[in-house]
């Protein structure tokens, strides 16, 4: 699995437990009723025990300046007790999530406790630094750089919260998987009030006629511009980003880009804006968010907001009468993932961010947008009468934001605010579309925020005509069914293809036909082309070489675009193996042998994702699987989507 590497990617201090534990394979949890001191104990036990078998040489505990008031709870019969459990434990087949759950809250209530006891995050984070180079859990440098971004923020939010048991399950639950929430499940749940105010009938979209105007629009998402991208570097230097002048050594990465663990280089990437200005006239543009690199562990403030700077005048210089719509991805904060609620003030607060992102954004927007963008990131924009944006800073969502632990419910008011522009939109007969970063559906997507959010497309189903995402780098959709029953579809979310080649992905834009600019529009998308850059040519002809992989209409048989009929597609999808094997070459980009074979579980999969627009929830899903087989399916298709995390 490719990214993120971190896992939620603060849990590197959680990891270097972790690594200590999968190593020698345990695999169901201890006792509920296992004291808490035995669970604190145990992550001390776990490396002096241990240190042997997974051959980590950790020497002597002193070695890792743990204050003498943790060693003296050592004693042998808490080792005897503690070996024992361990040794015994019953194998099953979710039992690497069991192992890494015990890891996760043995690792948060030791980093709780040395909080407790006055330990520094200087103090901490050295620890955490040496038992990530030590278990080689990362590479030195990468352990010291993703340390010092994420210790004050990891250490702040744990000091905040309780520890009692269901707060870390919570945080074990949303950062390893949901087995970790217990038998009680999840604990993080909070519901939007909907205006009761009763749904309008619902009219499904009927397609235009052909001679009606068109808009032409084009979307481009993830774009992950490396300013230090390298030719002739390692493509595969065992870090979560290569292609740098520090990965020299006899690399053979290509001048425009590379299939290896690479982001895209700005060349690439000028070349594109530079013929797409020449060949083609759009409308408006969605930018949907994620312009830096993967280089997470060496980010800056100042780095992140020159690299917004730079692809905001790529837009202005090759596209200078263009209106641009954007939002904001999880890699424009430092550090990744991080996006603070508005009661966090002072310097660990997200005000730098929303600062640059409305002086950029402001190119485009109207001055009334500020409001919102400086509150939450968020915003909306009547682009013509009847027709309305909504940009959601959906990054609210992700699993990966340690601030939500703290609270988690409607962070910045925005799903709050989301209701009342839709019910307004409603009451004034506008259609809107919605943009945004991470797929609702997607798993790194909190189940308690996708679902209110599911349950708001549901009852605004009549006015949102379309909904546009990124963040997955991947080729697909989602759809959204009536939240009673999760059979008639009502909304397709479309999740296009991220220009960057991380991992192992040609480069990727899309352009929709929308129905356009008349009294009476739908707004709905009509059709949609997919251009990808064939980096192998390229490469050996030092010229980008674009061209257009499909046209989704033509591609797939369709008639029109409605959530029916991409409803229609996955049922054709998992019995015409060859539409299949079309389709699997699309969500990859036209590289899919860089990728393990589908079997028939594998095809399953992934049409589950494709009905998924609500994450952590399979119900879209019933007839896949047998009800007697549910939680067996449950655990390969989530296995199969942390697989597919490169985001």
């Keep these: 699995m490719m990214a993120d590497r971190f896992s939620g990617v603060g849990m590197i201090f959680a990891l270097v437990c972790c690594n200590c534990m999968v190593s020698v394979q345990p695999a169901a949890l201890l006792t509920d009723h296992e004291t808490e001191e035995l669970k604190w104990k145990s992550v001390l036990i776990n490396i002096r025990q241990l240190k042997n078998k997974v051959q980590l040489n950790f020497g002597d505990l002193s070695q890792l300046s743990l204050p003498s008031e943790l060693i003296r709870h050592f004693d042998s019969e808490f080792m005897d007790q503690f070996s024992e459990n361990y040794i015994n434990l019953k194998s099953d087949a979710s039992g690497e999530s069991n192992i890494q759950c015990l890891a996760c809250k043995l690792a948060v209530r030791a980093l709780q406790k040395l909080l407790r006891i006055g330990m520094s995050y200087d103090e901490i984070g050295k620890i955490v630094t040496m038992g990530c180079q030590r278990l080689k859990v990362e590479k030195p440098d990468v352990c010291v750089g993703i340390v010092n971004s994420f210790k004050e923020e990891v250490l702040y939010v744990l000091s905040h919260i309780s520890d009692s048991a269901e707060s870390v399950n919570n945080v074990c639950g949303v950062v390893v998987d949901d087995s970790c929430f217990g038998s009680s499940g999840q604990k ?11 749904k309008p009938p619902i009219n499904p979209p009927m397609p235009p006629k052909k001679d009606l105007p068109k808009l032409k629009v084009l979307h481009l998402t993830d ?51 530079k013929n797409l200005s ?53 890699h424009e904060s430092n550090p990744v993932n991080s996006f603070p609620p508005p009661f966090i003030k002072g310097n660990m607060s997200i005000s730098w961010l929303y600062d640059g992102l409305r002086s950029n954004w402001l190119h485009w927007l109207p001055g009334e947008t500020s409001e919102t963008i400086s509150k939450g990131g968020y915003y909306t924009v009547l682009v013509h009468p009847g027709f309305r944006i909504i940009s959601l800073n959906n990054i609210y969502c992700i699993s990966g934001d340690w601030w939500l632990f703290m609270n988690s419910t409607d962070p910045a008011d925005e799903l709050s605010w989301l209701v009342k522009v839709l019910q307004k939109a409603e009451a004034d007969g506008e259609k809107v579309h919605i943009i945004g970063h991470i797929p609702p559906g997607a798993q790194d997507c909190l189940k308690t925020w996708s679902w209110n959010y599911y349950q708001i497309v549901n ?10 995402f990124g963040h997955k780098h991947f080729d697909l959709w989602e759809i959204f069914y009536d939240k009673d029953d999760f059979k008639r579809p009502v909304s397709v979310a479309y999740v296009a293809p991220s220009l960057t080649t991380y991992v192992h992905l040609n480069p990727g834009y899309r352009i929709y036909e929308i129905d356009g600019f008349y ?10 082309d997919t251009f990808i850059m064939n980096l192998t040519e390229t ?9 257009k992989e499909y046209s989704a209409k033509l591609a797939y048989n369709m008639t029109s675009l409605t959530p029916k009929d991409w409803d229609d597609v996955t049922q054709k999808l998992l019995n015409d193996k060859k539409m299949f094997k079309m389709f699997r070459e699309f969500y990859y980009k036209s590289n899919s042998r860089q990728f393990p074979p589908c079997d028939k579980d594998c095809l399953k999969h992934m049409v589950c994702e494709l009905r998924s627009g609500l994450s952590h929830d399979l119900r879209p899903c019933q007839d896949l699987f047998d009800m007697n087989n549910e939680k067996s399916f449950e655990h390969s298709f989530y296995t199969w989507l942390k697989t597919k995390s490169v985001c």
Excluded at 281 to 305: P, Q
Excluded at 539 to 547: A, G, L, M
């Design 188 to 198: 993080i749940e909070w519901n939007i009030t909907l205006p009761d105010i009763p």
């Design 223 to 273: 774009i992950h511009m490396d300013l230090l991208y390298r030719n002739g570097t390692d493509a595969d230097c065992g870090k979560p980003l290569c292609c740098h002048d520090v990965d020299s050594g006899g690399g053979s990465a290509g001048y425009w880009g590379d299939y290896g663990t690479c982001d895209i280089p700005l060349r690439t990437i000028e070349e594109l804006f």
């Design 278 to 330: 020449r060949t083609a006239k759009f409308d408006y543009i969605l930018w949907t968010g994620d312009v830096a690199s993967h280089f997470v562990w060496n980010e800056t403030r100042d780095a992140l907001l020159y690299q917004l700077k730079t692809i905001t005048r790529l837009f202005l210089k090759y596209f200078p009468k263009t209106l641009v719509y954007s939002a904001v991805g999880n």
């Design 459 to 468: 009852r605004y189903e009549g006015t949102i005509a379309a909904q546009f």
């Design 519 to 528: 009294a009476g529009s739908s707004w709905m998308v009509l059709d949609h």
């Design 539 to 547: 490469n050996i002809r030092n010229e980008p070489v674009w061209r």
